[in-house]
Every structure is written in structure tokens, then in C-alpha cells.
């Protein structure tokens, strides 16, 4: 797909609208645009991000992910991320639910962990097929810093108007601490016509983490905003990431940061007859930080807690165990029922929902 000319977004579809938000201006601290990232981010959850300065790693991503994806499916088995949990290496289709019924999801993809890009040539967790690693400094090393400039500076934006003491948010995803944190390629295969319009390819989901980086070309994203009973497409836009808020800010805020319910389904219309590739990066805290409410450390967050009884912002889960649990418990291998599906819910479906 990387290089080939696309059919354009249909006009005919439902898409939900998106602040676009300016990089640059965040960086540079502009209050009005540091304002519509803040509503982005406790509304939705969802935002466009433009001026990011990615570009040129994140077209190396595609070509990384081009070229592993077609490597024989025997060869990338080598490094299938397995059943206990772990996120890291590669994952086949139809690997994982995408809902209670047991019904697999069609996606593949190679994730790498943060911590295996910056340790490179080091191993933190594992290795990766030879297209990967041969891109690992190409590629996968400078989209994961870009990526980490990004999620850093909304952080920090996000640090000041929670009123936390300075630094807090920095702290829970110290980069020296191992993290869930990675960057993927996600490739989905042509699913024309109606039969499979609707059918989630990946299922419908919270993101565990902080800030997820998201970059693609063609259609397929959809959000259930809060309040709506249908899903819309957020239409992809050239040159512009799609930015959202996961758990772990959701559950530190008390709920201010919203973790919005998604799902990946096929391309609509003309779009479904390609294969479809995305490059993102999920941002996570620290293996070790806990999940709860930062209530002793921001008046704010502690009055949106108060706000809130019915809800429990206290997990007792740290960021290593909240990822591992959703990521085992979708996996079709580990299946029992309903119920092992509903185990690896996040906020969306959970007693501590946000």
C-alpha cells in the first residue's frame, strides 16, 4: 500500500468533526490553542494534530511495516508476541476477539517496544524480524522520539491544568523506566463489500495507556462519542496525526482526561478494495506506576473524584499488569467464554469505568 495512488474519503459516510490542533503553537505555549487542546482532551478525547514534524519517519514506518508484512507468515510466527500478555513482536489476524461472541479480529502488525528501540542494538525484551531490525535506526528509533516529544510536551499541558505539582506526569512515564510504551504498523487486507462494511477488524476498545500517535491513509477509524448510539468515521486528513486519550490519564485525572471508546472496521467504500496500513505509537506510564486518581497531589482532580462517587478511580493495578491483563484475555488462544472477553475490558466496560 505505501506508495499507491488511494481513492479519496467518501462524502457519503458519517464522520465525527475533530479539533485540529497546531504542534507548533503547544510547543510554543499559546494559551488559545493550549485552550482546544484541553476541550479536545475532556470532551472527546479525540483530536487531529497538525505540525507535528513526523512526517518523513512516519513514511519510514509504512515502508518498515510494508516490508516485514510480506515477509512468509512461517518467518514472522517466529516472533509472534504469544499468550501471556506480552505486547511486543507480532501478531497474526485473527489472533484476538473483537467481542464477546469470539468473533477474530483481521488486522496483523508488528508493534516494537520503546524499550527495545532506544536500548538498540541492545535487547530490553526481544528481538524482531530482519526488516525491523534493519530499520530499527532508520525508522523505528526516530519515529519513537518524535513520538515521545509529542506525548511529553501534551503531558505537560495536561500536568499544569490538572494543577499537579510540576513534573508529576513526567515522572509516572520516566523514559529510563521500561513501559508498555511501542510503536506499531498495522495492516488490515482488503475487505470489499457489504458483507463486511460493518465488521470491526479490530474490535471495539479503550487504548490502555497516556497518549496514542496515530497516522494513517486510509479510512476505517470510527469513535462512538459519548451520548451516541451509532459509530462515525473519523475521516483521515494528509499530514494530520489522530491523537487520543487512553486509561492511565483517564484514571489519574479522575476522569477529566476522557478514554474514548474506537474501533478499526474496513475502509468505506471505494477505500475497501486496498489493503490498509497504519503507523502509531502508544504512549503508557511506567511498568511500576499504579492506576488511580492523583487525588492527593491536585485539588482539581480531587474535586473530580468527590464529583463521582459512584465511580472507583482506585485499580490496584499498575500500568504493566493493566496492560497485560487486556492484551491476555483477548487473545483467542485464552478464550473460555463471554467472560474472558469481558475480563480484558478497559474503562469502557469496567466497574472503574471513567
Known sequence: MPGTTLPPFPTDVRTHPLLIIDFELI?????????????AATTLGFWYLKHHGADEEVNAMFDMGAETMA????????????????SCGYKKAGACATDTSGQLDAVEFITVSKDDALAFPRVAHRTYPAPTTASMLTAVVPFVRKALDVSDTVLRVFNERLGLPEGTLDRLHDPEEYSGSEARVV????QPGKATANRAALGAHTDFGSVTFLHNRLGGLQVLPPGHTEWSYVKPIPGHAVCNIGDALSFFSAGILRSNLHRVVPPPGAQADYER???????????????RALVEDSSIIAEAAKNKPEKNFETGSTAAEWMARRIKNSRINNRKGPETYAAGRGTEHSLTAV
Open 27 to 39: 510547543k510554543a505555549g499559546d494559551p488559545v490553542e493550549i485552550e482546544r487542546l484541553w476541550d
Open 277 to 291: 496500513f497504519s503507523v502509531v505509537f502508544l504512549g503508557r506510564p511506567g511498568d511500576s506506576k499504579v492506576l
Open 71 to 86: 515477509l512468509p507468515l512461517e518467518e514472522k510466527l517466529k516472533f509472534e508476541q504469544g499468550d501471556e500478555g506480552q
Open 187 to 190: 495492516r488490515t487486507p482488503p
